[in-house]
């Protein structure tokens, strides 16, 4: 039996700090992330809990130019086709969002749930095969943490075809895409999300979305 560590007042101070800069970062600056960084962000990810303890998440680093620019393209036809499905008062409104930073993050994972994995045996998976797909969510928010307490932003472009990214980038057609994420070091810090500083949406007081039964 292990000794749980002792969480003090400024650590609890830095995770909540941590929690409040934790932004969805579009505007990137091109300078390489080291190796290790990356890999030290991925290793904590991996600790992430899973259903089953089955880790299903797979990644997908997409470097090469040919297949960013696909990525590029899929994003461009699918926001095309938002944009033309916004009520006439929030069409302006859109086409000023900064919705991906493809063109300049440095890293760029696609990231895909792996249906058909044998670790763990299906358990907590056989009634509910989407919480595979929800583990590999928790452990996205985990990646997240961990790259922004080292100062890096991340970016999750979900304005994709996920058949047509499945496609491009040759993962197994048994493969879920989960997600699109963009890496690298911000152009800016803000306290408050894009889409709140833009007037697009402000966040709600969690009461909100409490019921009580």
């Known amino acids: 039996m292990s000794t749980p560590p002792q969480f003090d007042d400024d ?3 830095g995770f909540e700090a941590l929690i409040r800069w934790r932004r969805d970062v579009r505007r990137f600056r091109r300078d390489p992330v080291p190796r290790e960084i990356i890999n030290a962000v991925l290793d904590l990810a991996q600790l992430s809990p899973s259903v089953g303890n089955s ?3 797979r990644f997908v680093s ?3 130019a040919a297949k960013r620019d696909a990525v590029k393209r899929n994003f ?3 926001n095309a086709d938002a944009l033309a499905e916004q009520s006439p008062d929030r069409v302006a409104a859109y086409a ?3 919705l991906e930073g493809i ?3 440095p890293v760029q994972f696609a990231v895909f749930c792996d249906r058909n994995t044998r670790q763990g045996h ?3 998976s056989r009634t509910m095969l989407e919480a595979l797909d929800y583990s590999v969510v928790t452990m996205i928010s985990i990646l997240w943490l961990a790259a922004r307490s080292r100062g890096l932003g991340v970016g999750w472009v979900s304005i994709l075809d996920p058949a047509r990214i499945t496609r491009d980038l040759g993962a197994p057609a048994s493969h879920k895409f989960i997600a699109y994420l963009c890496i690298g070091w911000p152009q800016e810090e803000h306290l408050e999300p894009e889409l709140a500083r833009s007037g697009w949406q402000e966040r709600t007081e969690i009461g909100r979305f409490v019921h009580h039964t």
């Open 55 to 57: 880790q299903p998440w």
């Open 122 to 124: 299906g358990l907590g």
């Open 11 to 13: 650590f609890l101070a």
């Open 62 to 64: 997409v470097g090469s």
């Open 103 to 105: 063109d300049a993050a």
């Open 96 to 98: 000023r969002l900064k």
């Open 76 to 78: 461009l036809d699918c």
